[in-house]
């Protein structure tokens, strides 16, 4: 008996194996990559010396001008990396948390996970000096803040404003505790962690870019296939678990995800929340509201995060605006959008 193929889908065969492929979903996460490629070539023909994407392109496979492949290479590259993959780490991170929620408001920037990692790293260089590196205390600081916010909120399962209130709450908390810390050290550490308290990608450490490729390269299926679950636990758990969905166990899973790919980013880059918040949105958009936009998700952050940091070099340059202040003045604005323009819905 030939089955009907719902509208919207295409239907993909390989011998007895077969997929449903959402078609608009699709076709935006073409638009998103090609536009990333884009900004991508833009990034790496921009700087103190500027030269055309296309010989940015030549010299990043190594064919051109010597000074022209250093500096792609040797320079731009590291960067043009870690701001993808802190951009996808955070969009992917937004998706999910907003998700878990059911409230589009619930970023880990907004419920404190990203103050929470940030005054880890900061403590681990101006408080109390550690042989852990700032990387691996932001992912211990970015698992303590989720565990309060979601145990004050009452649980796991928290939903609504309690949970945004309460992760508002401890994200104050450990905002106040990285000023007091670098109110009371001296001038020279102040400065050495001063990057993890605005959001750079300027000189950012290269062994935490290669973690956070990584736990992309491992998060990212699993986030995946957390897909049906997920958008199940958009209803009611009474009847997500009628569907046979392990309710308790999807949850820690994907804050799991949530913490380890927002700790290891905001250790790339430091706090740089609104693109969590952006991201996803604009997946969604794109994507037509239908099903988890997860992988369109981190394409979101990662072009968005590519753009905000040519933006800041570009702009007055040679004065460089640290990325986290480039989406603060373009993610603000737009947060307040999301307020006015109709109330917070439950469901993202």
């Known amino acids: 008996m030939k089955r009907s193929i719902p509208p919207g889908h295409w239907l993909l065969r390989s011998g007895s194996w077969s997929v449903l492929v959402d078609r608009r979903a699709c076709l ?56 993808l993959f802190t951009g996808a780490a955070l969009g992917i991170a937004g998706c999910l948390l907003q998700t878990l929620a059911r409230n ?8 404190g996970i990203d103050d929470g990692a940030t005054a880890f790293a900061v403590a681990s260089i ?17 698992m303590t803040a989720a565990a309060l916010a979601f145990g004050l909120a009452g649980g796991s399962g928290a939903r609504g404003y309690r949970f945004i209130v309460v992760g508002i709450g401890v994200g104050a908390v450990f905002g106040a505790l990285t000023n007091l810390m670098l109110a009371r050290t001296d001038l020279d550490s102040a ?22 490729g990584i736990a992309l390269l491992l998060a990212t299926p699993c986030a995946k296939g957390l897909n049906r679950a997920l958008a199940t636990l958009r209803f009611n758990d009474s009847v997500a678990r009628g569907l046979g969905i392990d ?27 609104l693109i969590a918040l952006a991201a996803p949105e604009m997946a969604r958009y794109l994507s037509g509201h239908r099903g988890v936009a997860v992988v369109n ?29 480039v989406t603060a003045v373009i993610g603000g604005p737009y947060l307040l959008w999301i307020l006015i323009r109709q109330p917070v819905r439950s469901t993202p």
């Open 28 to 83: 935006a996460g073409l638009t998103l990559s090609l536009a990333l490629v884009v900004a991508g070539a833009l990034s790496l023909a921009s700087g103190s010396a500027d030269i055309d994407a296309i010989s940015a392109v030549r010299a990043l496979f190594g064919v051109g001008e010597p000074m022209q492949v250093f500096l792609v290479r040797e320079l731009r590259l590291e960067r043009l990396l870690a701001g």
């Open 104 to 111: 589009r408001l619930a970023t880990p920037g907004v419920i």
């Open 126 to 142: 101006v408080a109390v000096p550690t042989s852990l590196a700032p990387p691996a205390m932001a992912l211990i600081g970015a």
């Open 191 to 212: 400065n050495q962690a001063y990057p993890w308290t605005v959001g750079s990608l300027s000189a950012r450490p290269w062994l935490a870019v290669q973690l956070l």
């Open 247 to 273: 309710v308790a166990r999807v949850r820690l899973l994907t804050l799991t995800l949530t913490v380890l790919l927002t700790g290891l980013a905001v250790a790339v880059v430091g706090p740089v929340g």
């Open 297 to 325: 998700a981190g394409l979101a952050g990662a072009l968005l995060m590519v753009c905000a940091d040519w933006s800041g070099r570009t702009v007055l340059a040679p004065v460089e605006i640290p990325v986290g202040i």
